[in-house]
């Protein structure tokens, strides 16, 4: 497996109407219920005249049925598969809906995705139950913080791990030191769209966090901001999370994302509920560290959307002397960004605290260079 954002990419092949194979590349995520293609491969696959999708990961064949099948260009809820991952041409998202009968693992050390029958193995790693809806595939962990208990889903097709800003803000009114940042940050801001509940998000770090007889230390989160706005938010609830969380097998208050489950083998038992996670590396406390910017991509090119400040400062970092919200970023050190992907602009921008970057920005057509330190979040 590929990881982008610390999301998982597969490359499989997809049976075309002639019997032959059509490779491509494809983003595995658990989040979302259905199979989604671009247009352009919906059509030459035939799904849009009725067909079935047939499709290879690795040497293991899975089908849908074609009303089962979403058209990449179908609209709202749908991803936008270039504004995740261009330059990387992915064309379709595979759902664990179409999973549920295999032990599928996440060996992120690896990088290797594997589907077994069940029985065909045992599983390593410690045992964590999990529950799963049926119709989506959707599952979900009770994770115990404090003395409360929380569903969470796990999501591999999701960056980074995030929470619902209205539970999460009294975990940190209790918790004032869980917070790292007020503004979306690093690997927090994979998704770069220009949304209050990404860029006015709260990085947060809870020091533990138990999922059965499994401890996670140190679990990086990004509280979300109320999309409608905290009034609208207060009168409607919460638009987003009260959606999202239809898919999942009960009401969550968030997910686990990749940059919790890249440091472990991940196997999901779907048939008998249980899921497994065999440890594979420490924690970064050091992920987010880069200038003070939350980013929004449009098309191929990257903007200020907000400037980030430290959860332990008096607000003096908040901006980044010389820039303003709106600007265009260009180049990083000299390297042109436009056009590049979210992960390569991300791996620019992180360094050491202290250490400088060298920014290149553009304004109502004029360009300006200035120099910004990177903040640690740690």
Not at 136 to 147: H, M, N
Not at 288 to 311: E, S
Not at 316 to 343: F, H, M, P, S, Y
Request: glycine share 10%; proline share 5%.
């Amino acid at each position: 497996m590929i990881l982008d954002t610390s999301r998982v990419l597969l490359d499989v092949a997809f049976e075309t109407p002639e019997g032959g194979a059509r490779k491509a590349l494809v983003w595995f995520n658990m989040g979302m219920a259905a199979p989604v293609l671009t247009r352009t491969l919906y059509q030459e696959l035939a799904i849009d005249r009725g067909r079935p999708l047939r499709l290879w990961v690795g040497d293991r064949a899975i089908m849908a049925e074609a009303g089962d099948v979403v058209d990449g260009d179908g609209g709202l809820g749908v991803p936008d598969f270039r504004h995740l991952f261009a330059p990387k041409p992915v064309e379709a998202m595979l759902p664990t809906s179409l999973l549920q009968q295999f032990i599928v693992t996440l060996d992120y050390g690896r990088h290797s995705f594997a589907i077994a029958e069940p029985g065909t193995r045992k599983p390593e790693g410690v045992a964590v139950p999990c529950d799963v809806n049926l119709k989506t595939g959707v599952i979900a962990i009770q994770a115990k913080i404090g003395e409360s208990v929380y569903p969470l889903a796990l999501d591999a097709g999701s960056g980074y791990s995030w929470v619902r800003g209205d539970v999460a803000r009294g975990w940190m009114a209790q918790h004032p030191d869980w917070r790292r940042a007020f503004g979306a940050v690093g690997p927090a801001n994979a998704n770069m769209v220009d949304f209050a509940f990404e860029k006015d998000g709260v990085e947060f770090r809870v020091p533990r966090m138990t999922v059965g007889a499994l401890s996670l230390d140190n679990v990086g989160a990004l509280a979300t901001a109320p999309i409608l706005g905290a009034f609208a938010d207060g009168l409607l609830g919460d638009f987003f999370w009260d959606n999202w969380s239809k898919a999942a097998p009960k009401p969550v208050i968030g997910w686990l994302g990749g940059n919790v489950l890249k440091d472990y083998k991940l196997t999901i038992d779907y048939p008998n509920r249980m899921t497994y996670w065999q440890k594979q590396r420490s924690v970064d406390l050091h992920e987010l560290d880069q200038p003070g910017l939350t980013l929004v991509r449009r098309d191929d090119r990257y903007f200020i959307g907000n400037f980030v400040r430290k959860a332990r400062t008096a607000g003096a970092d908040a901006v980044i002397e010389g820039a303003e919200i709106g600007d265009e970023l260009v180049a990083v050190n000299g390297a042109e960004i436009r056009g590049a992907g979210k992960e390569a602009v991300l791996s620019k921008l992180h360094g050491a605290p202290g250490d400088r970057r060298r920014l290149l920005l553009e304004r109502d057509n004029a360009r300006i260079e200035i120099d910004a330190v990177i903040s640690g979040y740690d």
